[in-house]
Nanobody
């Protein structure tokens, strides 16, 4: 049983920054693939970044490479997404997700992630 709660979204101007947080509770002692996804109105949900807790392996969507950074603080049971140089096209609802698997096995196939947060809205203008 895993519960995820996102926070940190908001409205910013283009070029600004935000840091999203995802607090994890429940079964946190096993290795997980942790991912950030986003979905804009009328668009499919897409993967943004992921990190495998066991080996600290990270991956990023091409659209955010060099601008976003995924990280985790195990002592605080928290996943982060630092978002810099934000663009209007980054506007979306952002979700954190988790699955007990290697990220290389599941990638950004959202249907393979069993645990999801409620989302936090990011708006860039």
């Amino acid at each position: 049983d895993v519960q995820l709660v996102e926070s940190g979204g908001g409205s910013v101007q283009a070029g600004g920054s935000l840091r999203l947080s995802c607090v994890v509770s429940g079964d946190t002692y096993r290795s997980y693939c942790m991912g950030w996804f986003r979905q804009a109105p009328g668009k499919e949900r897409e993967g943004v970044a992921s990190i495998w807790s066991f080996a600290w392996s990270t991956a990023y969507a091409d659209s955010v490479k060099g601008r976003f950074t995924i990280s985790q603080d195990i002592t605080k049971n928290t996943l982060y997404l630092q978002m810099n140089s934000l663009k209007p096209e980054d506007t979306a609802m952002y979700y954190c997700a988790a699955e007990q698997a290697r990220c290389r096995w599941i990638g950004y196939q959202d249907w393979r992630y069993n645990y999801w947060g409620q989302g936090t809205q990011v708006t860039v203008s």
